[in-house]
């Protein structure tokens, strides 16, 4: 089988292999790495001990905690449950038990976000090493590293690596069923077929989208079986890591087949969700594909995004490289097709391509230095530390910034603390869906509410309801954070001010909702309108630094604070006093 050729400038002499020279590269990788690792972990802390992202919040450290002595059935298959089988055995080294992490979790919950997050980002910092070596086995160190140092400082995996969820960890298996996927490529050995196979199966079961790394081996395999005479091998090849792809995966999600009724539900549901864009008020881009696109220029970089698809052209027409285009390319233009057809789309669901996309973008930067002068000579170097930086540089800047946002106050703990300062306990209150439901609770003072919750009105997400043409206060059903603008209108004011709701907290991520959808919340607009012009606006907390913002409504850049307008982590909040009904005289 022929292999993939290494791209250098002809008649350029072999490098090295003495242990300088392999000194100098383990020097550069673990640069490399711990630069990764620094920007992975700072601001890890940011928001707690509130967790304000909904994903992290519910989906992955309470089932962990509730799998905790048993790692039985986690009854949850929204999300596939690698991640929190993980997340259990981590917690159950460090803490020693469930007893221990609930202590922990009530008496210190910064400890317990912060060991989960601190997985992620050793996880993050592992898939850029991983990078390195399948960009190695592909063409040759010199890409490998290039394709490391970007993903190292990309917005996206960095940003994602500081919180607990699944898409950075997804990486990880990805990058080894790639790095086996380009042995099959380069060697067509059988423990490549079965490496490949199990790290897809892990893959699936961290994220169902992790699924996609399968094409990659379908084309290698492909590739493989094409060969004369390698027909047979590549079928058995491929049969194997089909195998081994659904025992690793029921492995790591083993309730998929033991209560596969939950599993298939909980699929359909995932499914239904994605698909159905009518819930999700506040969607800025009419095109899912376009979406994506738009991500890699922010999330990965314009350059490295342009530079990908220059390397998808040039490789075409390098005919010894033909087949690396065909092991990438196709994955990621059906994945950004699948994904962008899907009613709802967010940045970080780009995860799993993101390693294809830094790949292309490093074969590109180095093809250009070969091309421009020979390899080894003073020029080439320069024009390598150029493509490095003009690939780095975006996303560097970009990574440090969000670094220096994560590490300072949230936006929501400091008017928690004005509030706390200057709002009586058990004063009714109504804070909108922009934070947890453990914000609200008493913790700490000497005389505890009979709910818990320090001001009346909480849980949050029960503040309004529809019932007989009027709208209640804190009674069911549950409004949540997807519906709570279509049941507001200016009439609620007087509602509040008739029932002392004197004091009204609202946060830029539901308020930039209805600006980014006026037509379908016109109630909405005018409920904004009217506070304003009724409450007397006592404080604000602004993420923005000065003479900075607003930053206009997006799922992305409102909630990852990618923007240089931000200075600190959170949304724009306001606290205001109502002024009429029985709220008139009220001190503010």
């Not at 090295?16 to 383990?26: D, K, Q």
């Not at 202590?103 to 992620?120: D, S």
């Not at 980002?121 to 190695?136: E, F, I, K, P, R």
């Not at 990309?154 to 960890?169: G, I, R, T």
Request: with cysteine; hydrophobic share 50%; proline share 6%.
């Amino acid at each position: 089988m022929s292999a993939v050729v290494p791209q250098s400038a002809p008649g350029a002499p072999a490098a090295p292999a003495g242990p300088t020279y392999r000194a100098r590269w383990g020097l550069a990788l673990g640069a490399v790495l711990l630069l990764a690792l620094a920007l992975r972990v700072w601001g890890v802390k940011s928001g707690l001990p509130y967790v304000y992202n909904t994903d992290e919040d519910q989906h992955f450290v309470p089932h962990a905690i509730g799998l905790l002595g048993h790692l039985g059935n986690p009854n949850y298959f929204d999300n596939p449950p690698a991640y929190t089988y993980l997340l259990a055995a981590v917690y159950t080294l460090w803490f020693g038990g469930r007893d221990a992490v609930s202590h922990a979790l009530a008496t210190n919950p910064t400890e317990v976000w912060v060991i989960a997050r601190l997985t992620v980002g050793v996880l993050g910092t592992l898939a850029v090493w991983l990078l390195y070596l399948v960009g190695s086995r592909l063409f040759d160190r010199r890409v490998g590293l290039l394709a490391a140092a970007l993903m190292a400082v990309s917005f996206l995996p960095v940003f994602y690596s500081k919180l607990a969820l699944n898409d950075v960890p997804t990486l990880v298996p990805v990058e080894v069923s790639l790095w086996a996927s380009a042995g099959v490529l380069r060697f067509a050995r059988r423990r490549h077929y079965a490496i490949a196979g199990f790290a897809l199966g892990i893959a699936a079961a961290t994220k169902y989208t992790g699924g996609i790394v399968g094409l990659p081996l379908l084309a290698a395999a492909f590739l493989h079986a094409r060969e004369p005479g390698a027909r047979r091998a590549g079928l058995k090849g491929l049969a194997t890591a089909a195998v081994l792809a659904l025992v690793a995966f029921i492995i790591a999600d083993p309730y998929s087949l033991i209560d596969f009724a939950a599993f298939k539900a909980s699929l359909a549901h995932q499914s239904s969700e994605s698909a159905e864009a009518s819930g999700k008020l506040g969607l800025t881009h009419g095109s899912g594909v376009l979406y994506y696109l738009w991500t890699v220029t922010w999330g990965v970089g314009w350059v490295p995004g342009i530079a990908a698809l220059v390397a998808a052209v040039a490789l075409w027409f390098e005919r010894q490289n033909r087949r690396v285009l065909l092991l990438f390319v196709p994955a990621l233009v059906i994945y950004l097709i699948f994904m962008g057809v899907q009613g709802r789309y967010f940045g970080r669901w780009l995860m799993p391509v993101v390693p294809l996309i830094c790949l292309l973008a490093a074969y590109a930067g180095m093809r250009a230095a070969d091309l421009a002068a020979p390899v080894r000579s003073r020029r080439h170097l320069a024009i390598v530390a150029l493509a490095a930086c003009a690939l780095c540089a975006q996303g560097l800047v970009y990574s440090v910034h969000s670094g220096i946002v994560n590490s300072r106050a949230d936006t929501r703990n400091i008017t928690r603390a004005w509030l706390v300062a200057h709002v009586p306990l058990g004063t009714p209150v109504v804070v909108e869906p922009v934070v947890p439901e453990e914000w609200g609770l008493d913790v700490g003072h000497p005389l505890p509410t009979t709910t818990g919750y320090r001001w009346v009105g909480f849980p949050i997400f029960r503040t309004h309801r529809a019932s007989d043409g009027e709208l209640g206060l804190d009674v069911g059903p549950s409004v949540t954070i997807e519906n709570y603008e279509r049941v507001l209108s200016p009439g609620l004011i007087g509602l509040y001010e008739r029932n002392d709701f004197c004091w009204v907290v609202t946060g830029s991520t539901q308020a930039g909702r209805t600006q980014a959808s006026p037509k379908q919340v016109p109630h909405a607009i005018a409920y904004y309108k009217a506070l304003a012009h009724a409450g007397k606006l006592v404080f604000s907390a602004s993420p923005y630094g000065r003479g900075d913002g607003p930053v206009a409504f997006n799922f992305d850049w409102s909630f990852d604070y990618y923007p240089l307008a931000y200075a600190r982590p959170g949304a724009l909040m306001n606290v205001y006093h109502l002024t009429g009904g029985r709220c008139a005289g009220a001190g503010a």
